[in-house]
């Protein structure tokens, strides 16, 4: 299973690194019809609801890398569903779900109009007593979509799956809805 993921990661690294791909710079529309600069720093923080069979709380997004001149963006992406303390924890419900992902972030026909995926190590936070992890692989992918408000930033707004394979607990997954701010 190591060996899958670890194939899947390095050829996320080369296409995202290929330089026939990062170089070449590609105009694309805006749904908006706001103009956008998705080239440089990419940085992104955004808060939401979370929920899933064993989640249901605050979702939360970071994201930090660089987007190259075609528009990919390659990032470290830490996602997470965070359930206890917050009032809703059904019986059954983990206290967090989430993972630290390598992310690859690719517009779709429109330039604010973005797919992303990203895989990595993850798992639940036990909170009962402290904090225990409990690891193993994660993987999320989604959909955000950006209203500038500057050609480099702006609003975004974003759906996200998350799944999970805590070591011992089996496969957990969350559905994400988002609000936030990017530099893109």
Known sequence: ??????????CLALAAFSPAIAKEKI?????????MQRDGFH??????????????GVFHNMEI??????GWTLAYNHVLIQTA?????????????????LQVKIPLYYQDIVAKFGIGPGGS????????????PAWAYGIDVHMAVFDTSG?????????????GQGHHMGFGLSMGYTWY
Request: no cysteine; proline share 5%.
């Open 1 to 10: 299973m190591a060996n899958r993921y670890s194939f899947i990661l390095v």
């Open 27 to 35: 105009v694309r529309p805006t749904l908006f019809n706001q103009p």
């Open 43 to 56: 940085f992104q923080v955004a808060f939401g609801f979370g929920t899933g069979p064993t989640s249901r």
């Open 65 to 70: 890398g660089g987007t190259f001149a075609n």
């Open 85 to 101: 303390g917050l009032g809703g924890q059904r019986d059954g419900d983990l206290d967090l779900i989430g993972g630290h992902l």
């Open 125 to 136: 936070h036990d909170q009962s007593d402290g904090l225990t992890a409990i690891f193993g």
């Open 155 to 167: 609003i975004t707004l974003g759906v996200t799956i998350l799944h999970t394979i805590p070591k």
